[in-house]
């Protein structure tokens, strides 16, 4: 007992404090819980205020009318959360409470599997990152097709058996899109393909753009933006499997495709932006939080911060498809190009041209 005592006097505050920050940093603060939340609001109000300037309408404006209702999204979270959560008669109570809250995890679950810094190495195991983050994105639309399957209704109905023809026409053209990278970085490690990028100073999107441009198809359609949104159409299906939540369940639908959004905008931005380049952090710099971690972060964060503007601007200026019409480009035109950006990679490995 005193030799263990003896131990942990041993062990400065400091030590403890520089082994336990990280982790927590990374999963709460960046890119965690703290700027998911902020990062939701925003999104929510850019949306909102893009679509109203390119269609000459108003958008949020009558909370804090000063600052363009940028808080708007605010007071939505204060009314659902002050809202009765009715569960209607014939639904399954067990999957209809609980499919919300696995939505919302396996929603965030990506973002511990996504190093926005070389530093991430020394917190998570990351040889096998993207092994990792493309199971948990495929799995997350499984949940939404529970939400309407056990609200006991038409329109819920409807909307989930969309969401599953969608999901099953666009798993492939994703697996193909990383798996093309993987064979042009020649790793399953998402840091190395940064490290790739950065030795040759070429991004993804350059050495392979026609994987770039079916991830962002992709993408598209996982997070339900224009002209994929279809499950959801209001027009045709109310708010499809979202149509008999009410207060801060229908919240986590409603935010649901945002926090997808982000994960998704962070995976393009490593795999086809560069990462964190143009920091370089030199060895020291990468050993350390802010040089490893924080500054590197920034960078990628940017650059998702772009990726996301530009995908939420789609709304404002694209129409719906219809479902045959997605499904047809999920197994036809985008299986294509997942083959043709496999056999791109595979060339450009095989002449040495990278």
Do not use: C, H
Request: aromatic share 14%; charged share 10%.
């Amino acid at each position: 007992m005193i030799q263990i005592l003896s131990l942990l006097m041993s062990v400065s505050l400091v030590s403890f404090i520089e082994y336990i920050l990280p982790p927590i940093l990374y999963i709460i603060v960046f890119p965690g819980l703290i700027v998911v939340l902020l990062m939701l609001f925003f999104m929510i109000w850019l949306e909102r205020k893009v679509a109203a300037k390119t269609q000459l309408r108003f958008g949020p404006l009558y909370v804090s009318k000063r600052f363009g209702g940028v808080i708007q999204t605010v007071a939505d979270l204060i009314r659902f959360s002050f809202q009765e959560f009715i569960i209607p008669a014939g639904a399954d109570v067990f999957a209809y409470i609980q499919a919300p809250g696995l939505l919302m995890a396996f929603g965030l679950l990506p973002l511990i599997f996504i190093p926005v810094g070389p530093y991430y190495a020394n917190i998570f195991p990351a040889n096998y990152s993207l092994l990792i983050v493309v199971p948990l994105i495929i799995i997350t639309p499984i949940y939404v097709i529970l939400l309407g399957w056990a609200s006991d209704n038409k329109f819920s109905f409807v909307g989930s058996m969309r969401e599953a023809f969608l999901v099953i026409s666009y798993e492939i053209p994703l697996i193909l899109s990383i798996l093309s990278m993987i064979l042009l970085y020649g790793s399953v490690n998402a840091i190395n393909g940064v490290s790739f990028q950065i030795g040759r100073g070429i991004p993804g999107i350059v050495l392979n753009p026609i994987a770039a441009f079916l991830f962002l198809v992709v993408m598209i359609r996982t997070t339900g933006r224009f002209p994929f949104e279809i499950s959801e159409a209001e027009s045709e299906v109310v708010m499809g499997p979202y149509t008999e939540y009410s207060a801060l369940f229908f919240g986590i639908g409603m935010s649901l495709p945002y926090i997808e959004l982000y994960s998704f905008s962070l995976l393009f931005s490593v795999l086809f932006l560069g990462g964190w380049w143009p920091i370089v952090p030199s060895a020291a710099a990468a050993s350390g939080v802010v040089g490893g971690l924080l500054l590197p972060g920034l960078v990628v964060f940017i650059k998702a911060l772009i990726v996301m503007a530009f995908l939420v601007f789609l709304r404002a200026v694209y129409p719906r498809y219809r479902i045959d019409q997605a499904i047809t480009v999920g197994w036809d035109q985008a299986v294509y190009l997942g083959f043709a950006a496999v056999a791109l990679s595979m060339a450009l490995v095989w002449s040495g041209l990278v």
